[in-house]
């Protein structure tokens, strides 16, 4: 059934006669007819009696018309709604765990007090998993940490970050070799991460020296092994530790040769619909990072 049909459906229900129903629907009395045998025919029923020139409500319509009417009034609702307004819908977003605990919670959370009609649902995962959904058609947007080289994927840099070596050890000399942390236990985050992959990676050959004591998966949890055992040390983002390297709790260890920097991406499947809403969102983004 068309929204077509059952508009000219209830107009026959409260005008008898055709003629009066084209003129205010601006249809001729063709049109209507052939709308009102198409929803019959769909229906497998008759809903109006033909007696003369008028179509009367039989019974099996008036039933029709009861069990219905309400859900073509919500339906109209909706399309005049989204009509008036194009910003409401529902985005699903995933974002990295770096992204997603120290950015983009906070810029969702404000994008949906400025347009509450739209509701976002944030989750995290890391790069690997993102890019999956991605291409699954599970998400609509997300952000990662890494570089990914797909056809069917579009990315844009939203902004850049910077790694750093962090230790409770602060008897560390502030700047040193990698080899110089061999005895160290690394705690690095869990494979398909982007920030293990882009550590491991700047430090080619040397990886080596960098034997992997354990992984985590939440910064809380790094952050209270670091605390807790001075021989433990990893590779986070800055902006992960910035208030612990206030305190004085961490301090950054420099690694001489290396540095370690990477690109934030808002990333998105090439064939997904660019709606208002999905514009509105990226730009939103856009300026928050």
């Not at 003129?23 to 009696?49: T, W």
Request: charged share 35%.
């Amino acid at each position: 059934m068309t929204l077509k049909e059952l508009e000219i459906f209830y107009a026959l229900c409260e005008e008898t006669h055709m003629q009066n129903v084209a003129k205010k629907l601006q249809l001729s009395q063709s049109a209507i007819s052939l709308a009102i045998k198409s929803l019959e025919n769909k229906l497998d029923v008759k809903l109006f009696d033909r007696i003369g020139k008028k179509l009367i409500l039989n019974e099996r319509g008036r039933e029709f018309k009861s069990s219905t009417q309400k859900h073509f009034f919500a339906l109209q609702d909706a399309k005049n709604h989204f009509k008036e307004d194009k910003l409401s819908g529902v985005l699903k977003v995933a974002s990295s765990k770096t992204i997603g605990n120290f950015i983009t919670s906070n810029a969702i959370l404000d994008y949906m007090i400025k347009y509450p009609n739209i509701k976002v649902f944030h989750k995290l995962l890391n790069s690997n998993e993102i890019l999956k959904s991605l291409k699954d058609g599970e998400i609509d947007i997300g952000f990662i940490e890494t570089e990914c080289i797909d056809d069917r994927l579009e990315k844009k840099i939203v902004a850049k970050d910077r790694l750093i070596v962090v230790s409770s050890d602060l008897s560390i000399d502030n700047e040193v070799y990698i080899d110089e942390l061999k005895f160290k236990r690394w705690v690095l985050r869990e494979k398909g991460s982007g920030t293990r992959e882009i550590f491991l990676n700047s430090l080619g050959e040397c990886k080596k020296e960098v034997e992997i004591f354990m992984e985590y998966s939440e910064f809380s949890q790094i952050k209270q092994l670091l605390k807790k055992d001075s021989n433990i040390i990893t590779c986070i983002s800055k902006i992960a530790v910035e208030e612990e390297l206030k305190k004085g709790d961490l301090q950054e260890i420099k690694i001489k040769n290396f540095e370690f920097l990477r690109n934030f991406y808002l990333i998105y499947h090439q064939d997904k619909y660019k709606s208002k809403i999905f514009e509105s969102f990226c730009r939103f983004i856009k300026r928050y990072f």
